[in-house]
């Protein structure tokens, strides 16, 4: 069945840089394509890389009548990929971009020469919605100071964002100025997520990423997926909470690379 893109191709504002194989870097519910910055230009010295804002993030619009579900911000990628002329990526998602990946991994493998999972997930577990839920009351019960606090301290590993306190500011004057209910809602879509019944069947080549001081998603959920995805590769990043491009971006980026290069070698489907 042939999809019906929920935006107009070329909605999404993204970042495009480099040739070569492509790679595709989703961020989560909050995000946009700045939590890259550390990782998208290492990337493009050997690859073509796509970091788009998902719809009501960052420099992408929020359309009046949206869900924000993860099948529209699904079907918005692709509508993007489809207008850059670009058939099959490297996923690369953080978070709930990682579970949107893993979905549409699922789906059409095809369109998905590998996925990279950064702090995913094969579903939402009580934990994780217990902080959506938390940053939803946080919000309209105390305000956005209030809410930005309450992130930092929950994506963060504690060490990382005192030696980083110009991330803090940046994220609170963020979080002062922004319409903030895209994320939580996209947040509270992602609750229901559960693809445990598929995702041994998974095809693409799976890596995953974990940092194991991660306050939103657990470090369990990496073991889990590596447990049941043949082939599947698991990496734990020690001292890291749950931004892990921001936190780690050199080893992010490394891992990408390696593990993109050893796909690219033994796979006989063209770039792109």
């Known amino acids: 069945m042939k999809r019906r893109p929920v935006t107009p191709p070329g909605a999404l504002h993204a970042r495009d840089e480099g040739s070569g194989a492509p790679i595709l870097l989703v961020h989560g519910a909050g995000g946009d394509h700045t939590i890259w910055n550390g990782v998208l230009p290492v990337l493009a010295r050997e690859f073509r890389v796509i970091a788009p804002d998902l719809r009501g993030h960052g420099r992408s619009p929020a359309p009046p009548e949206s869900a924000f579900s993860l099948e529209e911000m699904r ?9 850059k002329g670009v058939g099959s990526v490297h996923w690369v998602g953080l978070s709930v971009g990682a579970q949107i990946g893993l979905r549409e991994a699922l789906d059409a493998p095809a369109r998905v020469k590998s996925l990279t999972m950064l702090a995913g997930s094969a579903f939402t577990d009580a934990r994780t919605r217990a902080v959506a839920a938390r940053w939803a009351a946080t919000l309209a019960e105390d305000g956005p100071d209030a809410y930005a606090l309450r992130l930092l301290k929950d994506l963060y590993y504690p ?12 994220l609170r004057e963020d979080v002062a100025k922004r ?24 095809l693409p080549p799976l890596l995953l990423v974990q940092g194991i001081a991660d ?56 770039a792109g």
């Open 215 to 270: 306050g939103v998603v657990d470090a369990a959920h990496g073991r889990l997926l590596r447990q049941s995805v043949p082939g599947a590769q698991l990496r734990l990043l020690p001292d890291t909470g749950h931004m892990i491009p921001v936190e780690r971006p050199v080893e992010t980026a490394e891992a990408i690379a390696a593990f993109v290069r050893a796909v690219e070698s033994r796979d006989p489907r063209p």
């Open 179 to 202: 319409d903030l209910s895209p994320s939580l809602r996209l947040a509270e879509a992602a609750a229901t997520f559960d693809e445990r019944p598929r995702v041994a069947a998974l």
């Open 159 to 170: 060490d990382w964002i005192e030696a980083h306190l110009e991330v803090a500011d940046r």
């Open 75 to 83: 079907e918005d990628l692709l509508a993007l990929l489809d207008g």
